[in-house]
């Protein structure tokens, strides 16, 4: 075992300064200075999810990417959906799924339409032959100074890709999943404490958490379990990529926070693998679990 890996995660992940570049939205990780870290090297597979079929969104990126990769490390097949501007993003994550040995379907497309939400479950169950764990994890956000600089068209985006998204995708999925599914879906610690510059996101955030545990509660009866991951500042595109955030605060992004960074996806990403595995977590349902590098939300 090398240095590098023998060094405690907590202590060897990237600290600010970060790289101050910027990116027009919705951000390419392949056109990052700084590459977000998603290969998770020390985590060690158990076959949590062997013969499931999961189905991501955002799977192109981010932490979506790195749930994509240690789904498949697990063996679990998997499709990832994406905007169609995300392809070479999106193409990195399948390969990276096919190195494990498992299979990707790649499904481009808006999620602000509800026909394009049915067809990706349709096209995940046409193909992969079942749907066992779906994560909704795209998410929009464009900080503003004041709450008129929001226009209706941007607050219905917000919305829309954040809530109204995660309502169609498991109104659509819930049909196709059997005793044992999990449904995940991607919080905020804005959700927790509000953020002044985020407004309408912070509100996705939630209602989001509103709705996971209503969920909860309405699909337990089917053996379906429904819950929610709450992190603080994560290293992926969605931040350089905000019009509203200048590379000043982007090199220090994650500075604030407790443990003195942001996260990488490989860090977030276990939580996922918790909650979707019936083995590890079949008593959990109706949770936010928080993972803020050492905040704590009643701060």
Known sequence: MSPKQAEPQITSEPKPPMAD??????GLEADMEQRPRYEAPRYRPAGKL????????GGDSGIGR??????AREGADVAIVYLPEEQQDADETAGAVRAEGRRCVQIAGTLEDAAFCREAVERTVRELGRLDVLVSNAAYQSRKEEIEDITDEEWDR?????VGA??????????????????????SS??????????????????INAFTRSLAQALIR??????????????????????????????????????????????IAPAY???????????VSGIILEQLGGETSGR
């Open 166 to 187: 995660y309502f169609r995708l498991v109104r659509a999925a819930a049909p196709h999943m059997k005793p044992g599914s999990a449904i995940i879906a991607s919080s």
């Open 190 to 207: 804005t959700s927790l404490r509000g953020s002044e510059s985020l407004l309408d996101y912070s509100a996705t955030k939630g209602a």
């Open 222 to 267: 089917r053996g379906i379990r429904v819950n929610a991951v709450a992190p603080g500042p994560v290293w992926t595109p969605l931040n350089p990529a905000d019009p509203g955030l200048p590379p000043e605060k982007v090199a220090q992004f994650g500075e604030k926070q407790p443990i003195g960074r942001p996260a990488q996806p490989e860090e």
């Open 273 to 283: 693998v918790f909650l979707a595995s019936d083995a590890d977590s079949s008593y």
């Open 21 to 26: 570049q910027k990116l027009e939205q919705p």
């Open 158 to 162: 917000t919305f829309s890709t954040n």
């Open 66 to 71: 790195a749930v994509a990769v240690l789904y």
């Open 50 to 57: 062997t013969g499931k079929a999961a189905l991501v969104t």
